[in-house]
Each structure stands twice: as structure tokens, then as C-alpha cells.
């Protein structure tokens, strides 16, 4: 009995009431599934406005699990969630680098997201329950400048290791009302101009609102928003709607998670 | 709960902003802020509520900053129950999810100027162990300076020198050893020539929050590295990470 309640309390539409009446309210889950798992994070990129991205990512299967011959996946997105291309990488050093500018992005200049995936075809090291997760790195350049880094932030995307299921996602949770506040710890007073990137963790549609403005982020879609405010409230229906903040002073920039 | 601190350099300049707010609730709290440091293998307390700049915010300017102090936001009932031999849990503002973090910024006078969001949770605090933190994950090799600072809290009020070491995971060997302190912000400048795949930062007896620091023509990268247990979100993270960090101290040892 202990263990059917258990059960139902962290079903999906237990967390779904939780949420939407704040009781006890659940941000991201993580389903054990039958299979190793990789998540992946969602990724900003920029190639808008004199930017390029640095991507910083490590060989966790060899690092923690020893397994030799994996590869990865970099599955890109616009803004508008559509893919632009996938990158398979192999042979894979303990930590390795990837440029992002317009060139490599058929000379796109804009922003969004990409997703890695660790696959081997060997994962007999890994138990069924076995679930990774490489947070990696992201370098901002502005206008060729020194690289600004931070670190991945928010669970988005998972499959099966062995690469024989489908990408799945909703690790971030939801809520059926715009009642989830999250007050930004910066005092935005010194900065000529403040950008947040929003990306939608969830397969539904997100509303949120800042500065009494509202604004509506299709499922894993990417959208900035330019602020000036020196206090910012984000309310949502989002359990995790964390933007990636880039300030700017001068000819200086400064990105970092809020 | 939560501590902060910021970074004392002869190149490096920080600031800290400290929030009288919860991230999920904008009520404004009434609470002061305290710093302490050890001296005489005591914690001594002071009050620096005067560094309040408006209802929202504590703001800790680089000449209030000491690489030995950590800060704190506590009522009056601190006074009794501060103890001078031991860092405790005072309080519980800053127990949020997400967490309760201050803007820790870097600048150098003139230049450009990076930060992130930071804290010191208590649970690491009272623990001793081992940092483990790919240097080429953050550390840039195009940048004119890399250096790694080191921030380490121990609950009791000494200044004891450990060693830090830059270790090749593929020759087993140790490539260069720092002393540094606990309860004190440390900085180590990083050789070029160790920024390779293979070459990770790791402590032996203590704890420590690693945060790398670039610079190239006054444009400034600010960043920590992820503790390696957050890699793995199933329940053989213990192991896994037990087994990596047992490789390394082995190097060490």
C-alpha cells in the first residue's frame, strides 16, 4: 500500500496538481528506465552579433566507466526548434573542444540550442539504471574577444546509450498555472544592457511574463529578451525557466546563469 | 544554509552582491549580514550591515573583501549563538531550491569584468575530501593568464596548509604541486603547457569550490567546474566517483 502511494504521488499527474496548487512542487524528475541513459542539457548557441560558441564536453564513458570506441552526437536547433544539423564525433580525447560560428552553421547568424548524447555499442559496463550526464562547458566570444565561460544548467533530452531508442524529454516539470516566481539574485543597476535567453526545457507550450509583459516559448524553442529593469521577476508555468544572462558595459560582456 | 566570500589578487578586483530575497518569494527580509575569519585558531564575528546599498541587496566592494573572510546574513540570535570554535547552520533563509546564491563578480580596473552566481553550501562545510576538475574544461590556452582559484571553508578556525596538485591522468604522474590554506581564498596561476585533456586539479585532505579565471586583453572568462558526481544522476555516482577519485589519489599518494 506504502509503495502504491509512493507511486502515485511522483506520477506524472500527481506532479502536475503538486505544482499547480504549490504543494510540495516538483522541477525536474529523472525516470530510472530500463536502459543506460544520456541526458543532455539544452545548449545555447550565438552566432548573432559578432559571436561564436566554444563547447567544452568531456569522454564520461571512458572517464567513469572505461569504455573505449564511444562517440557523441550534437544535434543542433534555430530558435524556432527546428534541427539544423546533426555532428557525430568519434575518437574522442578525456576532454575535447568544438568552434560554433556562422561557417559551421551554413552561415547562420542567430542563436539556439543543441543537445550531446554519449552512444557506445558497448555498454555491458553500465547497469540498466545506469544514467549520465555530461553538464559541459560553453565559451561565449564577443566580437572575437576572449572566450566567456559558464557551465550547462538545465536537463532537457535523454535516450538509451546503446542508441536504439528515441529522444525523450519533459525532465523539467510543469505547472497548469503561471504561479512559479523565480526572483533573478543579480542587482541589474550598472549594465548598459542586460540580454536573458530563455529556452523552453518542455515539450508544452511555456507562458511567462517580466516587466509586466507577457511572452509565450513554443516546446524547446529559444527567445531573448532585452532588459533594463535593476530587479527581474520571471513567473511562469515553468518549473525551471532559468535564462542564460549576457550584460554588457561598454565594450565588455558578461554571461553567467541566473 | 548558504556562506559567501569574494577574492582578494593583485590583478583581480571582485564584488559581491548578497540578496535580502528568496529566488521563488520577492519578501524583503530584515536580516544583517556578518562576516568572520579565523585568527588565533578562534572565528572572530563582526556586523557589516553598513554595506546595505537598498532594501534588496548587501554589496561587499573589493576593499571590503579579505581572501580569509566568509559572510553571512543572521539576525541578533547570532550573537548567542555564535561559537568561536566551530562554523554552524545559523540559519535557514538561504535552504532554497534553487539555491540561494550571491553575484560573485570579478574586474580588473579599467577592463572588462565576468561573475556567476555563487555560494558555500554549510553541508561542505563540516566535510573534508578531495576536488576533482578537468583543468582543459575551462582553463583557455589562448588566454594571456589562467589561474584557478581555490575557495576552501572548514568549520574550524585554522589556517592549515594543504597541498593542491595538477595531475596527468594518462602517465600517472604529478606535473606540479601548490600549497595553499583552508579557510582561505587561494590562487594558482596554471602553465600553458598543462592545459591538456589529461591534466585535472585535485586536493588531498581537503574541500573546495575550484573556479577558473582567464584573461586576454582585459576581457576576463569566470566560471567553477562541476563536481564530478554530477555526472552521473543514477545511484552508482558513489562508486563511480569513489573509483575515479581512488585512481587519483593513488597518483598522489
Known sequence: MKSLIKNLLKSEISILIRNSLNIKPISIKTNQENYPTTVSDAFLWRTDKGYKTKFKYSDILNFFYKIKNSWVELHFYNKNNQLLKIEKIESLNLSNELEITSEYLNDIKDYGVFYIYHFSENDKDLNNGSIISNRCYLGFSYNNNLHSFIHGNILVKFTSVNSKQKISTDIVKTSLFNNQIYTIQKYFNDFDNNELFFVNPTSKIIEFSLENKKFRLNPHCTMVVETQNSIISIKSNCLFIRPTIFSYKGKYMDVHHS | ?253
Open chain 2, 1 to 253: 544554509m548558504n556562506y559567501f566570500f569574494g577574492i582578494k589578487h593583485d590583478i583581480l578586483k571582485s564584488e559581491i552582491q548578497i540578496p535580502l530575497f528568496q529566488n521563488r518569494i520577492l519578501k524583503l527580509s530584515n536580516l544583517k549580514l556578518f562576516k568572520c575569519y579565523p585568527e588565533n585558531e578562534k572565528w572572530v564575528l563582526k556586523n557589516i550591515s553598513n554595506t546595505k546599498i537598498n532594501e534588496y541587496f548587501y554589496f561587499l566592494k573589493n576593499e571590503n573583501i579579505s581572501n580569509k573572510e566568509i559572510y553571512f546574513l543572521a539576525d541578533d540570535e547570532i550573537y548567542k549563538k555564535f561559537d568561536e570554535t566551530k562554523l554552524d547552520n545559523f540559519n535557514s533563509f538561504t535552504d532554497t531550491k534553487p539555491e540561494f546564491r550571491s553575484n560573485l563578480k570579478i574586474y580588473i580596473n579599467d577592463g572588462g569584468f565576468s561573475s556567476y552566481q555563487s555560494e558555500y553550501p554549510y553541508s561542505m562545510i563540516k566535510k573534508r575530501g578531495t576536488i576533482l576538475s578537468s583543468v582543459s574544461s575551462l582553463a583557455n590556452s589562448d588566454a594571456e593568464k589562467n589561474y584557478i582559484i581555490i575557495k576552501n571553508i572548514f568549520e574550524k578556525p585554522i589556517e592549515e596548509i594543504f597541498k593542491a596538485y595538477l595531475v596527468n591522468f594518462k602517465t600517472k604522474k604529478i606535473e606540479e604541486s601548490f600549497e595553499i590554506k583552508t579557510n582561505n581564498t587561494n590562487c594558482i596561476e596554471i602553465n600553458k603547457k598543462l592545459i591538456k585533456p589529461e591534466i585535472f586539479l585535485t586536493t588531498k585532505e581537503y574541500l573546495g569550490i575550484p573556479i577558473y579565471v582567464s584573461l586576454k586583453n582585459n576581457f576576463l572568462s569566470f566560471e567553477h567546474t562541476h563536481p564530478p558526481h554530477e555526472y552521473i544522476l543514477s545511484r552508482d555516482k558513489f562508486i563511480k566517483v569513489s573509483e575515479i577519485k581512488k585512481e587519483i589519489n593513488e597518483i598522489i599518494d
